[in-house]
């Protein structure tokens, strides 16, 4: 089974400044690692996703994270936050294109002025 | 651009009561899923569907809780008798196996 850690569950900033949301897992095979973003009252967005390759994934509104296998961390920075970029973000994985997701408790990011 | 669609978006019920949850995934998408997200937390997994068989409902308290995909595309989820303790938003995806899963708006569901 997979499990998800995500040690803040609230991170205040000020608009501008940078960003990490941390995101930890554990797992005995494979998995594929996701962020996902949720507006308040809305459904699950899809921010970034590690499939294989790079171990870093950027999304187009600046994001990125890296996969870090020896840490197994899946961490998500951003150089410069919005006010807009206040929401949830959940930190999920799976173990295959069909499985369920696991997701963490998640993180609320709180942009200030 | 295709979504999942979800219905309705907010419920409120008494407990006791039954209450039916609607959801139409992206065209061509097998795969379904019904999740639970509980205030504070992340989803859980209730139920999953390929095509109109569950291939995985062991989370699903199936002593109240129902559900189906007859016809293999859209689904229902089904609370009888809702308890206090059903308060959550579910959430809806679908997925065509490409490792990305679309979620729809949400039911919110209040139970009083």
């Known amino acids: 089974a997979q499990s998800v850690t995500q040690l803040d569950s609230q991170v205040p900033v000020f608009e501008e400044a940078p960003v990490e949301l941390r995101c930890n897992y554990s797992s005995s095979v494979s998995v594929y690692l996701f962020w996902y973003v949720q507006y308040p009252n809305q459904g699950l967005q899809l921010l970034l996703k590690y499939l294989s390759g790079s171990t870093l994934v950027e999304s187009i509104n600046g994001f990125e994270a890296e996969f870090n296998k020896s840490q197994t961390s899946f961490h998500l920075r951003k150089p410069s936050v919005h006010i807009s970029d206040t929401a949830e973000y959940f930190c999920?994985?799976?173990?295959?294109?069909?499985?369920?997701?696991?997701f963490g408790k998640g993180t609320m990011l709180l942009v200030s002025p | 651009e295709a979504e999942v669609a979800q219905s309705p978006r907010y419920k409120i019920t008494e407990k006791s009561q039954a209450v039916a949850f609607w959801c139409d995934p992206i065209s061509g998408h097998a795969t379904l899923y019904w999740y639970r997200q509980i205030l504070g937390q992340g989803p859980e997994l209730l139920v999953q569907?390929?095509?109109?068989?569950?291939?995985?409902d062991s989370q699903l308290p199936k002593d109240r809780f129902s559900a189906e995909r007859l016809k293999g595309v859209d689904s229902t989820l089904k609370i009888q008798p809702a308890e206090l303790g059903d308060s959550a938003m579910y959430l809806c995806?679908?997925?065509?196996?490409?490792?990305?899963?679309?979620f729809g708006p949400g039911t919110r569901l209040t139970v009083l």
């Open positions: 999920a994985v799976s173990v295959s294109g069909y499985s369920t997701l696991t």
């Open positions: 569907f390929q095509d109109e068989s569950v291939v995985d």
């Open positions: 995806a679908s997925t065509t196996g490409d490792n990305e899963q679309f």
